[in-house]
């Protein structure tokens, strides 16, 4: 009886086994679908700022689709996935935390806003995932905030500060006064343009800073005519850009000064409207008539426009750029493994949607060119055959170069 | 203290004007209530906000701002006419504090109300095309709209002038804010005198909503700083007292200006340090009687 049974129980075990393998082996065979590579993306999709963070999303998933519509990355398709962190650093810190845990991102794309680019980075360097920034932070390619895998897509504010302000100074006049919100990005901006342009030969002829949310500009605009610049730099944004710009436009100081805002962004344009854009200049990432004049930044705008029926903004730019180093990385070390993936992209040179950008090997830094953008009169628009989205147009390009950010020694690297 | 000409200095005090205006509609329609009603209307910020997304909302659905101008305090006025007939009319019989409260309560619900419907960004109105220039006063330029805006408010205050100085209601009003028993003993219909008023009172925060639109945007939290600067418009002013309060809204608002010049985070604090001083060496108001 003993021995009967184990006979039977034997001979069942391994036909059972037999079985089980010749099933793995057939849908194996057959399906077994890789693993998808998910992509996730956290930015404030609610509060002030959500137009541009989704205009990032929609980026991303435009990314996604045309990889996946070419086979995928590696043979595996890519999923993308979003949290929203209500532009609020404690929120973001949760989000991406909760993202790790229920979606297994293997790349994190983010956020629109400095505050929140920092507590990302933290969780993501904690679990060794890939982060690419993609919002202005001057810390996060410090040696000492930035992750192994971390990189830097969008501009550091000293990039931007430096370069822009460098670029004032030779081309817009030598007399500056410096109106600029009373917080970190105005006076990260102050710093870096001051520094730049001071320089490149141009004078200070005032400062004021301005709190957040200020509705009357009426005494800082007394102080601005009076002091006769050649250029205003006006560090404001969201309410703050609106309410200033409508009353630079309603005191008619367009005819006294130029106005220059170091962020300008299509997103933003649209909310601001021609009447209260018209003569004033700003400084941008992206602006999507660079179709007109690159390949890259046409297939970029036309594929884009096509799928939403808007041209796309600097942050989609950011997050379309963003996307492209995640596949030249795969497709360079052949693995999306973080070390050799990470590796692969230092020193690399690209041109996604703007023109040669490189990732400068020490902090992983992306650094590209970037435009001077003025804004039109309704009339010029359309007579531009741009009556819809033609806020713009580009005034002059900034060369990338790595001599306007801090050096490699000065961010803590050896 | 940083150096400016005196050229700087005036045109800072034609800015003031227009916001002292704005203060001066918002004050005059708080006394008004007040004193028929002897109920603070907390909710007079709320109905300023209010004003500019209606204003908003016309100019958008109507399109001619000239219109919409006309159409907001009508609308605010009927807002008001309904608070007073379905909230406040029951609460008359009730302890102070309670219209108070009410009020205090309208104004979150007004605040979270327009988050809700037109979001939290703020939303910006485009003067009209004839008013979108600037004017050259000699010394400097200075936007037409706001021009415009002082001749608007001073428009509706002189109206408000003749409608309680030269109307028999407006006598009616004027009697009610002195000895409300008297007009009821007399046999007239004192709760129609306080819908009246409180009408009147909600419109005039809603031109002065409507009008300051298209210089400082639109925003759900715009009313809370106003508030406050109109209750010190009507101390400063002096209680009951019709020009005194157009003179104090005016003194308010240049106060307020002139100060940003040189300190930009003090601008809002003086009024109440102004104020301090009116209370301790006039307290019935620089301008109030007994």
């Known amino acids: 009886m003993r021995k009967m049974s184990g ?25 077994a679908p890789a693993k998808p590579i ?32 070419k086979g995928g990355l590696l043979g595996r398709q890519i999923k993308v996935v979003r949290r929203d962190d209500k532009i609020n650093p404690g929120e973001a810190g949760k989000m991406v935390q909760d993202m790790i845990q229920n979606d297994h991102p293997d790349f994190i794309l983010g956020t629109n806003f400095a505050g929140t680019i920092l507590p990302v980075n933290d969780q993501a360097k904690k679990a060794g995932i890939p982060y690419i920034a993609i919002a202005q932070n001057d810390k996060i390619t410090t040696a000492s905030d930035r992750g192994p895998y971390t990189f830097h897509e969008a501009v550091t504010p000293t990039i931007n500060g430096t370069a822009l302000g460098d670029w004032i100074a030779r081309n817009m006049g030598k007399k500056i006064y410096y109106l600029m919100a009373d917080y970190a990005f105005g006076k990260d901006n102050y710093a870096s343009m001051s520094k730049a342009a001071a320089k490149a030969g141009a004078t200070e002829v005032g400062l004021a800073y301005f709190p957040v949310g200020t509705t ?96 796309p903004s600097g942050y989609a730019g950011y997050a379309y750029s963003a996307m492209q180093l995640i596949r030249m990385g795969a497709e360079k070390a052949k693995t999306i493994e973080p070390a050799k993936w990470s590796k692969a992209l230092e020193g690399i040179q690209y041109d996604s949607y703007k023109g040669k950008e490189w990732i400068r090997a020490c902090d992983h830094q992306a650094f590209q060119p970037l435009f001077v953008v ?30 306007t950010e801090r050096t490699c020694k000065e961010l803590g690297y050896k | 203290m940083e150096h400016l000409d005196a050229t700087t200095v005036i045109s800072q005090i034609f800015t003031g004007t227009v916001s002292g205006m704005m203060l001066v509609l918002m004050a005059l329609g708080l006394t008004l209530i007040f004193g028929v009603m002897n109920v603070v209307n907390f909710a007079h910020g709320a109905l300023y906000m209010v004003g500019a997304y209606f204003f908003f909302f016309t100019l958008q659905k109507v399109g001619n701002f000239w219109v919409a101008l006309i159409l907001v305090p009508v609308l605010v006025g009927s807002v008001g006419l309904l608070i007073e007939r379905i909230l ?50 000699g010394l400097f330029y200075f936007p037409s709209y706001m021009i ?23 006598l009616i009003v004027r009697a009610g804010s002195r000895d409300s028993v008297m007009v009821r003993v007399l046999g007239l219909d004192f709760n129609r005198v306080r819908l009246l008023s409180f009408s009147i009172g909600t419109a005039l925060a809603g031109l002065a909503g409507a ?48 100060t940003s010049l040189w300190y930009p985070s003090w601008a809002e604090v003086v009024v109440y340090f102004l104020m ?5 060496v006039r307290p019935m108001g620089l301008f109030g009687r007994e």
């Open chain 1, 216 to 311: 009357d500009f009426t005494p800082f605009i007394a102080k601005v005519r009076a002091a006769k610049a050649d250029v205003v730099v006006c560090a404001a944004f969201g309410n703050d850009a609106v309410n200033l710009l409508k009353q630079i436009q309603s005191f008619e100081l367009t005819k006294v000064s130029k106005f220059f805002f170091p962020v300008a962004d299509l997103q933003f344009d649209m909310a601001i409207g021609f009447k209260n854009l018209q003569g004033t200049y700003g400084g941008a990432n992206f602006y999507w008539e660079l179709a007109e004049k690159d390949p890259a930044a046409k297939r970029f705008v036309d594929s884009f426009r096509k799928k939403y029926g808007v041209p």
């Open chain 2, 148 to 170: 415009f805006a002082v001749v608007c408010a001073m428009l509706a205050i002189f109206g408000l002038w003749m409608f309680q100085e030269k109307t028999d209601v407006g």
């Open chain 2, 276 to 280: 301090a001083v009116v209370l301790l």
């Open chain 1, 7 to 31: 006979k039977w129980l034997g001979r069942s075990l391994s036909l059972a086994v037999v079985a089980l393998v010749t099933l793995i082996a057939a849908t194996g065979a057959n399906a």
């Open chain 1, 38 to 69: 998910v992509v996730g993306i956290i930015s404030g999709f609610s509060g002030p700022y959500a137009a541009p963070a989704e205009d990032q999303w929609r980026a991303t998933v435009l990314a996604a689709e045309e990889m996946n519509a």
């Open chain 2, 211 to 258: 009008l300051s639109a298209p210089i400082r945007g639109v925003i759900p939290e715009m009313g809370a700083p106003v508030l406050p600067q109109a209750f010190v418009v009507v101390v400063v002013g002096g209680k009951g007292s019709f020009w005194g309060t157009v003179a104090s809204g005016l003194l308010v608002g240049i106060v307020t200006a002139v």
């Open chain 1, 374 to 403: 003025k804004g039109r009169t309704q009339a010029e628009a359309e007579k531009a055959g741009k009556a819809q989205f033609g806020y713009r147009e580009i005034v002059g390009v900034v060369a990338a170069s790595e001599s």
């Open chain 2, 88 to 137: 406040m009319r029951p609460l008359y019989v009730r302890p102070e504090e309670d219209p108070i409260l009410m009020t205090f309560g309208l104004t979150y619900i007004f605040m979270e109300a327009m988050r809700m419907y037109f979001g939290k960004i703020g939303l910006a109105v485009d003067t009209p095309a004839s008013l979108s220039s600037a004017v050259n006063l």
